[in-house]
């Protein structure tokens, strides 16, 4: 179960009604929040926020599975969902660290070309593979990374223009 501190509940049966309800909703719990939130760490985050409040409030419901209950649970985490949209919104806090994120991977072929993409950050090699090799659009790319359109474009044009400088150094170009 998640990391609720089951403690600050008063009886048994409010502790088993909690696991009930996590065993029960999980699943559409996070199904809503990333249906709001498009992020799967926005989403957890969403979710055990919800099942917080679900535990602070498990005196006003009376069974795990009922319509009541089942309505309770969807509106506390759309609700934390939505909160935790409009924060984003406010206050971005994820920063792009283009340098590191994304995957080292490795490439056979020994051609300058192969040479000046292996020298690419990560990320920008990520951008330029997922476009070029395996013919992905910008747009499937943003939502792939989980970055606006904007951002993926700007993304994808960074990248090209460090591929080209790195193939004009090597005499590429």
């Not at 309770?72 to 660290?97: G, S, W």
């Not at 476009?131 to 970055?147: D, P, Q, S």
Request: aromatic share 8%; charged share 25%; with cysteine.
């Amino acid at each position: 179960m998640m990391s609720i501190d089951l403690q600050m509940l008063e009886t048994p049966e409010d502790r088993w009604l909690l696991e009930q309800i996590y065993l029960q909703y999980r699943g559409l719990m996070y199904y809503l929040a990333h249906e709001i939130l498009q992020n799967k760490q926005d989403a957890e985050d969403a979710v055990h926020h919800a099942f917080v409040k679900i535990a602070a409030n498990i005196q006003k419901l009376d069974a795990p599975v009922c319509q009541k209950t089942h309505a309770f649970v969807a509106a506390v985490v759309e609700h934390q969902a939505i909160d935790q949209y409009r924060k984003r919104q406010k206050h971005p806090t994820t920063q792009l660290i283009e340098e590191i994120q994304g995957a080292n991977v490795l490439y056979e072929g020994d051609n300058n070309l192969t040479q000046c993409i292996l020298k690419l950050p990560a990320r920008y090699r990520e951008v330029i593979l997922l476009r070029y090799h395996y013919g992905y659009t910008v747009r499937e790319i943003a939502k792939m990374l989980g970055l606006t359109l904007p951002a993926a474009s700007k993304l994808e044009q960074r990248a090209k223009r460090k591929l080209k400088k790195l193939c004009e150094d090597a005499g590429i170009l």
